[in-house]
């Protein structure tokens, strides 16, 4: 059984290179899970998404690989997205657990536009609404 997941897990990372391919795979292999534990969830900014990792454990074999493989490529993409956001804002908190995550959330209205989408994704927060008052 673990043969099985790993080969699975490698053919889904060369997959799931990208966001939108991400999404078709978690479609594909989640569709059914999330239509049980998730069908009155919001689609967007990643509802969906953190539904069905509330619900990893209850979720299929298919499904929850497909997830772990999704998860690790979005974290490594908000890493690249956020880097400089991260060095600048975070660099004296200690990784894991959620600290970068907090430390970029804490400090949203300062990222730039690309990872504070990345952090509304993760977190669900409320997208920041642009002022174009110039103050006039």
């Known amino acids: 059984m673990k043969y099985i997941v790993s080969v699975c897990s490698a053919l889904l990372i060369s997959i799931v290179s990208t966001n939108a ?12 899970d999330a239509q049980r534990y998730c069908a009155e969830v919001a689609t967007g ?5 953190r539904c069905l990792l509330q619900h990893r454990y209850q ?14 490529f979005f974290y490594q993409h908000a890493a690249n997205v956020c880097r400089i956001d991260i060095k600048h804002l975070c660099n004296r908190v200690r990784g ?5 995550v907090s430390c970029l959330n804490r400090n949203f209205n300062q990222l730039d536009k690309g990872c504070a989408a990345v952090v509304v994704k993760v977190t669900g927060r409320p997208a920041r ?4 008052y110039s103050g006039d």
Not at 96 to 100: E, P, S
């Open 96 to 100: 894991g657990r959620g600290r970068i």
């Open 129 to 132: 609404i642009e002022n174009d």
């Open 45 to 49: 900014q990643g509802r969906k998404y």
């Open 21 to 32: 391919s991400a999404n078709k795979a978690i479609a594909k292999y989640c569709g059914g």
């Open 59 to 72: 979720l299929s074999p298919a499904c929850k690989v497909t997830l772990e493989v999704a998860t690790s």
